[in-house]
């Protein structure tokens, strides 16, 4: 089980959602795993119900009186079962058992940057009563598996680079691991940590597909233009050619009227100096 975070969730809905995970842990007795992830963490009061969690099994003023009498009315028969006498505080101390027994809590936190140091002193119980799993590094079967696994399913056919998968996925594993190399390296003169995750690799393959869809829109769109300009240029020489063919079959008649029009201009210059003769 998890929480799905909103622009609107707060620690109202926070708090729902903590309920009804220690509820099905503590009051139906089921096996539950909450995973939780430091990019879930809107507030820091989140992490402090989780410590809660941790240490106790329990958040305190987490109940509203009815919710807390309805938890005592499902566990009874539990502590009943359990042998117990059923007290109120025998009936609360089983709920609580039962949420430390059934419930799993998955913490899912980046070492990057100086987050997680703050918080591991700011709520100790994420150090104290948590298993902390190191994952190591990826071979590089693993991160070339994984780039073809993303480039051939998502990369090659849309975006034609299916020749190319191989020799791109030995690209990814070799950037990947330099930066490794070289993130040693830097520990050792700088005595500073760089982490080069996991995830790290994940977003460079998801930022190599996405500038090849960019880029192959954009040049998509310039040849989808140098094509329709030259269907343009090819049909503008189409209709000077017909236009030529035209002028060529008119030479004749215009020949013709130049011929008209010149004889008619000598007429009216004889037309005129009669004229002006009869004027005078």
Not at 164 to 179: E, F, Q, T, W
Request: hydrophobic share 40%.
């Amino acid at each position: 089980m998890g929480i799905e975070i909103t622009r609107t969730y707060n620690k109202d809905a926070w708090r729902e959602d903590l309920k009804r995970v220690l509820m099905q842990a503590g009051a139906k007795a089921k096996d539950v795993v909450f995973l939780f992830s430091d990019t879930q963490i809107k507030e820091e009061s989140f992490l402090e119900d989780i410590n809660n969690i941790l240490n106790s099994g329990d958040v305190p003023n987490l109940y509203a009186p009815d919710e807390f009498e309805s938890i005592i009315g499902d566990v009874r028969p539990l502590c009943k079962a359990a042998g117990k006498i059923d007290t109120r505080d025998n009936i609360w101390q089983h709920y609580i058992s039962l949420v430390r027994s059934h419930l799993h809590v998955v913490l899912a936190f980046s070492p990057i940057g100086g987050s997680f140091r703050n918080r591991c002193r700011m709520f100790p119980s994420l150090v104290n009563c948590c298993t902390i799993d190191w994952f190591s590094a990826w071979p590089e079967d693993a991160l070339f598996s994984v780039a073809e696994s993303i480039l051939g399913r998502s990369g090659g056919r849309p975006l034609g680079i299916e020749g190319m998968v191989d020799p791109l996925c030995n690209m990814c594993v070799k950037i990947h691991r330099s930066v490794e190399e070289s993130s040693g390296r830097f520990l050792r003169e700088k005595r500073r940590h760089n982490y080069t995750t996991p995830t790290s690799y994940l977003e460079l393959i998801r930022l190599y597909t996405e500038m090849l869809t960019s880029q192959r829109s954009i040049v998509d769109g310039k040849i989808s233009r140098y094509e329709g300009g030259l269907t343009k240029l090819a049909d503008a020489e189409t209709v000077v050619a017909e236009l030529r063919v035209e002028l060529t079959k008119l030479q004749p008649t215009l020949k013709k009227a130049a011929a008209d029009t010149e004889a008619l201009l000598k007429q009216l210059a004889v037309d005129q100096k009669d004229a002006d003769e009869a004027a005078a």
